[in-house]
Nanobody, 124 residues
C-alpha cells in the first residue's frame, strides 16, 4: 500500500486544519492507519490511530485528545485528521502510516508503510 499525506500549512493558534492521507495499492481497507508527528529536533510522537472499517474505535495521544479527530472514508480510500484548537506545540511534520496491529497502533514499529509527511506550522 502507498500513502500520500497532504493538507499541511501555516495557521494561527486556535485555528483548525484537516490533513488527508490517500491510500492506494492493494486492499487499502485492510490496514490500520496511524498519524504520527515529528517536531523539529524531536523524535516521532504518536497522534492517533484508526482501525479497519467496522473495527474498534479510534484512539488518541493525550496531548491531542478532544482536539483532534481521525476518520476514514473507505469509498475514497482516504483517512483524515481534523485538527482543532491548534497550539504552537502542534507544529511538526505529520506522517500517516499503515499497519496491521490496532492494539499497538501507538508504536512506530507497528507500521510497515509510511507517507512522505506534511508540515503543519502553528503561529502564536
Amino acid at each position: 500500500v502507498q500513502l500520500q499525506a497532504s493538507g499541511g500549512g501555516l495557521v494561527q493558534t486556535g485555528n483548525s486544519l484537516t490533513l488527508s492521507c490517500v491510500l492506494s495499492g492493494r486492499n487499502p481497507n485492510d490496514y490500520v492507519i496511524g498519524w504520527f508527528r515529528q517536531a523539529p529536533e524531536k523524535d516521532y510522537k504518536f497522534v492517533a490511530c484508526i482501525n479497519r472499517p467496522g473495527g474498534n474505535p479510534p484512539y488518541y495521544a493525550e496531548s491531542v485528545k478532544g482536539r483532534f479527530t481521525i476518520s476514514r472514508d473507505d469509498a475514497k480510500n482516504t483517512v483524515y485528521l481534523q485538527m482543532d484548537s491548534l497550539k504552537p506545540e502542534d507544529t511538526a511534520i505529520y506522517y500517516c502510516a499503515a499497519g496491521t496491529d490496532y492494539g499497538l497502533g501507538y508504536l512506530r514499529k507497528s507500521y510497515n508503510y509510511w507517507g512522505q509527511g506534511t508540515l503543519v506550522t502553528v503561529s502564536s
